[in-house]
């Protein structure tokens, strides 16, 4: 143990003493209560709602000298009660989320390896879904650059599901095989724009005959783009998806949205906006045509609604969807501020009942103090006829959903970054 402890001491010594050395180590509790009657489903006859908190801790360190920076991010997703007060061992929630070195070639590349966060414009087709516990992350290799306002990405991923002597076929479900992207993206004065290609390949494994497993692609191109003038802000994205889905059929499916914020005033924000997400007629592909969009690895909660009713582990190679909504920031006073919308849902393909329903969301963000923060939220989903045919549910129940979550995210310590 002292030969434990000195080891431990000296590298600590060498962190914070290391010339150009920074590091940097933050914390975070995470618990939520949510009230679900009806999130993500229309809600049932004969059923109770369900209640339960959920936690999230993390432990995060950054370490950043001359030409790399080394992350570790632990993390342990709980529910309160899953293991018993005098357990002796926990459900698997403690995972390493994030643990990766960027490497500086020079001043203008780097190269960043590891398990990572990948965060690209909005979120639309890559984000970390930070609202889930868990979140997500990504194993993964980029090749940065970054000059002048561009900025370049060049990714690549290839997962297996252990090492083995023989045979490469992928098991692990809800990943994929082998990833590549490029991502494009340049700031001017008012305006800013990306480009994404994506190729995507998903694992297909025949059961019947494994000389037919493959790795079948989908690749997915398209544009974010940005203004921002004065009080107007306008967003939008383009994109198009071609190649194979993973069971052969030819794709060929779309997203376009635009967003509208309005600053009236330095308290009110007023927004509004439209997604067309293309499907298939009648809720499944046919003749061999795959015409539903997918999002693949986006912040899908933060779009669509707040009750993950679309595209959050549902609605894939469904009906596709148009959400036309409003909404609204209002800045209460300095420390808290209440976000609302509205939206309207409908499907994008031909169904026998293309409206949907209607859905309003609020949330209202408190902080306490440096450190803390209270949010509180509240969504109702009004559906109409065609969600309840296509969700097999014609009960008639109410279907909303509350939450209340707090967020401590305390820097434990850090270095001043020392100089040559």
């Known amino acids: 143990m002292r030969i434990l402890r000195n080891l431990t001491l000296a590298i600590f010594t060498f962190l914070v003493s290391n010339t150009y050395a920074q590091l940097e180590v933050d914390a975070e509790v995470r618990p939520r209560f949510e009230y679900r009657h009806g999130f993500g489903t229309l809600f049932p006859d004969d059923a109770d709602p369900a209640a339960f908190v959920s936690q999230r801790t993390r432990l995060k360190a950054g370490y950043t000298m001359e030409k790399l920076k080394f992350y570790l ?7 309160w009660g899953d293991v018993p007060q005098l357990n002796r061992s926990d459900n698997s ?11 500086y070639l020079d001043e203008n590349w780097a190269i960043k390896v590891g398990r990572q966060e990948v965060i690209y414009d909005d979120h639309r087709i890559f984000g970390n879904v930070e609202w889930a516990q868990q979140a997500r992350s990504h194993d993964m290799a980029l090749l940065k650059y970054a000059k002048n306002g561009f900025l370049m990405n060049i990714g690549a991923a290839f997962n297996q599901d252990g090492e083995s002597l023989t045979g490469t076929v992928l098991t692990t479900p809800n990943t994929y095989k082998s990833l590549q992207l490029v991502w494009l993206h340049k700031d001017w004065t008012d305006f800013s724009g990306s480009f994404l290609f994506l190729n995507n390949g998903l694992q297909f494994i025949d059961a019947a005959n494994a000389d037919n497993n493959e790795t079948r692609y989908s690749q997915t191109a398209g544009t974010h783009l940005k203004y921002r003038k004065g009080k107007l802000s306008l967003t939008s994205n383009l994109y198009y998806q071609f190649g194979k889905d993973v069971n052969d059929n030819d794709l060929s499916a779309y997203l376009l949205s635009l967003d509208a914020n309005y600053k009236v005033s330095e308290k009110t924000q007023l927004g509004l906006g439209g997604e067309l997400i293309s499907g298939n007629d009648n809720g499944a592909p046919s003749g061999g045509d795959n015409n539903a969009f997918s999002p693949f690895y986006g912040t899908n909660h933060k779009f669509n609604g707040l009750m993950d009713y679309f595209f959050v582990g549902n609605h894939a190679n469904n009906i596709g969807l148009v959400d036309v909504y409003v909404k609204a920031n209002f800045k209460l006073n300095p420390k808290s501020n209440l976000n609302m919308a509205f939206h309207n849902f409908s499907s994008a393909a031909d169904f026998s009942e293309k409206q949907l329903g209607n ?12 450190f803390v923060t209270v949010k509180a939220g509240y969504s109702h989903l009004f559906p109409s006829e065609g969600m309840e045919i296509l969700k097999g549910n014609t009960d008639g129940n109410t279907n909303n959903w509350g939450w209340v979550m707090l967020v401590v995210k305390p820097r434990l310590f850090t270095t001043e970054k020392t100089q040559e």
Do not use: I, S
Not at 93 to 103: D, K, P, R, Y
């Open 73 to 79: 991010n632990f993390q342990d997703v709980r529910v």
């Open 93 to 103: 929630g403690f995972t390493v989320h994030e643990a990766w070195a960027q490497l």
């Open 359 to 370: 859905e309003l969301d609020m949330v209202y963000t408190y902080k306490v103090q440096k």
